[in-house]
């Protein structure tokens, strides 16, 4: 089993920053990629950004692109996500996951396996 914990979220003004954090503890061997996902009230939730465990390869959605990156330190076992420039539509509740098994396809919710309870980030206009 593995456990995840995030820190970070908040309330901050449109176009400003916050750093996210992720802290994985159990079976961390197990641990092939990390995610970020993000769910608004009433939508589905979406994916973020992913990056391997080994080596390092980052995964971003698309339209986050240049605003959002994600990172890692493999001895604190712990992830982050850096998102600057938010905006309000960025208003959300932030997800940490993790994949236990490889595979090509990062970018949706069905191949993780852990979750994280979230932390709320919320953006002002």
């Not at 914990?5 to 750093?19: D, F, I, M, N, T």
């Not at 802290?23 to 197990?30: D, H, L, P």
Request: net charge positive.
């Amino acid at each position: 089993q593995v456990q995840l914990v995030e820190s970070g979220g908040g309330l901050v003004q449109a176009g400003g920053s916050l750093r996210l954090s992720c802290v994985a503890s159990g079976r961390t061997s197990s641990i092939y990629t990390m995610g970020w996902f993000r769910q608004a009230p009433g939508k589905e939730r979406e994916f973020v950004a992913a990056i391997r465990w080994s080596g390092g390869s980052t995964y971003y959605a698309d339209s986050l692109k240049g605003r959002f990156t994600i990172s890692r330190d493999n001895a604190k076992n712990t992830v982050h996500l850096v998102m600057n420039s938010l905006k309000p539509e960025d208003t959300a509740v932030y997800y940490c996951a993790a994949l236990s098994a490889y595979t090509l396809v990062v970018a949706t919710t069905t191949p993780y396996k852990y979750w994280g309870q979230g932390t709320q980030v919320t953006v002002s206009s």
